[in-house]
């Protein structure tokens, strides 16, 4: 592919991530992890993101996604959290013992059944420490699966009876049979492996946009999993991805500063910038936490 990116935001963020499009404001939402900051900006908005709105939250916060309404739902260190339409934290949901200090949340997204969806990681150590949650709107919790060092990118198939969830430690992404019940997470099995997969995009046609951390690239897959080329980021750490626009129609592209070098730094200047890639397919809308999209 020799498509060229063009810069939606040139930003200095830490760890852009939890990119998607929120159609009841026209504005693309994501988080800088580190930072602890939740930004939603105008596809018109200045390219430095100087007119954006920015809300400062408890780091590190690590995703948000819509919520039935006008509001949000949150994952932060090891809590979850309810925001309102300007993205004010108003209450915890549910919180989550981790193991030990060094794991947080990670990667998160609303499921088809309405429930939020969050992977936890081992920032610490190469131990598999972390494992994969469902949160529902009335306050349950469940553990779904535990031996995660990274969770990440995370999708679903239209019918919701199938999920793809990634270990960036691993190189891979697995997928399972799903449902809305508490039992209902088959075993998983290898779907990608190979590549250091960080966050995950599913388009309307069933092929994958995958975000290469540490490679500087966008890779696109089969529906059944074989590669179909690569997008060029002129960042090398590429985390997360989404389409976004009024027809979903624009590949979002978010990257991110920490783990590089000064002369890492300097020889890539726009890491922690969103870029945006046209003409490479049409997304999905985001699911809202509370919602059901699929029959339980």
Known sequence: ??????????????????????????????????????????????????DDRVVELPAPVSAIQPAQGDGFVASLRDRIVELDAD???????????????????????????????????????????????????????????????????????????????????????????YGPGPEDLGELEPFIRGRNSDGLARAVDGSFWNGIY?????????????????LSVPAPNVTSVAFGGEDLSTLFVGTARENLTEEGLTDAPL?????????????RAAHAFGATSQSR
């Not at 499009?21 to 900051?37: H, K, M, S, Y």
């Not at 309405?114 to 553990?143: E, K």
Request: aromatic letters at 10%; one cysteine or more.
């Open 87 to 177: 993205g004010r934290l108003t209450k915890t949901l549910a919180s989550v013992e981790h193991s030990h200090g060094g794991i947080r949340f990670n990667e998160g997204k609303v499921d088809p059944f309405g429930r939020f969806v969050v992977g936890s990681m081992n920032t610490t150590s190469t131990d598999p420490d972390g494992a994969l949650y469902t949160f529902d709107a009335d306050g349950t919790v469940r553990m779904l699966l535990g031996g995660f060092h990274t969770t990440n990118g995370l999708e679903w198939s239209d019918s919701g009876d199938t999920v793809y969830v990634t270990d960036t430690s691993t190189q891979t992404i697995y997928r399972a049979a």
């Open 271 to 283: 890491s922690g910038s969103i870029f945006a890639f046209e003409d490479t397919g049409r997304g």
């Open 214 to 230: 540490g490679a500087g690239c966008v890779a696109h897959w089969s529906s059944d999993g074989h590669p179909l080329g690569d």
């Open 1 to 50: 592919m020799t498509s060229e990116p063009s810069i939606f935001r040139e930003l200095r963020s830490v760890l852009v991530e939890s990119i998607w499009w929120d159609a009841r404001t026209d504005e693309l939402a994501w988080v800088d992890i580190t930072a602890g900051t939740f930004h939603r900006g105008r596809l018109d908005g200045a390219r430095d993101g100087s």
